[in-house]
């Protein structure tokens, strides 16, 4: 997956070192997706400045906050939108709640 997007980007790596497979919820979608053992999902998140800039969510300027318990984890992904991709890039889910790909020259 190469798109280019206007502003910045951010990837999250969420690795499943468990045997059980590991709940994942991205907000503020509520969008709840299973890690399996063993596997690693990226969460992609876009930039809604043109800068790159990042609302923060404890901490100002932070694309990401994550809340972990032993069969969860919460990503709050700081972006205008949000997709989800394994390690070599490739889409975990096909909805990727419309983030809007840029031409690079913009």
Same mark, same amino acid.
């Given at each position: 997956? =190469?798109?280019?997007?206007a502003g910045? +980007?951010?990837?999250l790596?969420v690795?499943? /070192?468990?045997?059980e497979?590991? $709940?994942? #919820?991205? $907000?503020?979608?509520a969008?709840?997706?299973r890690?399996?053992p063993?596997? +690693?999902?990226?969460?992609? #998140?876009? &930039?809604? +400045?043109?800068?790159g &800039?990042? =609302?923060?969510t404890?901490?100002?300027d932070?694309?990401f906050?994550v809340d972990h318990?032993? /069969? =969860?984890?919460?990503?709050? !992904?700081?972006?205008?939108?949000?997709?989800? &991709?394994?390690? $070599?890039?490739?889409?975990i889910?096909? !909805?990727d709640?419309?983030c809007?790909?840029?031409n690079?020259?913009?």
């Amino acid at each position: 997956m =190469s798109e280019m997007f206007a502003g910045g +980007t951010a990837r999250l790596l969420v690795g499943n /070192d468990g045997e059980e497979p590991l $709940e994942l #919820t991205v $907000e503020p979608w509520a969008d709840i997706h299973r890690i399996p053992p063993k596997q +690693t999902c990226v969460v992609v #998140t876009h &930039s809604p +400045t043109g800068d790159g &800039s990042w =609302s923060g969510t404890l901490r100002g300027d932070e694309p990401f906050q994550v809340d972990h318990r032993p /069969d =969860s984890v919460t990503v709050w !992904a700081n972006g205008e939108c949000f997709h989800l &991709s394994d390690r $070599e890039g490739n889409a975990i889910d096909a !909805a990727d709640w419309h983030c809007p790909a840029r031409n690079p020259a913009t």
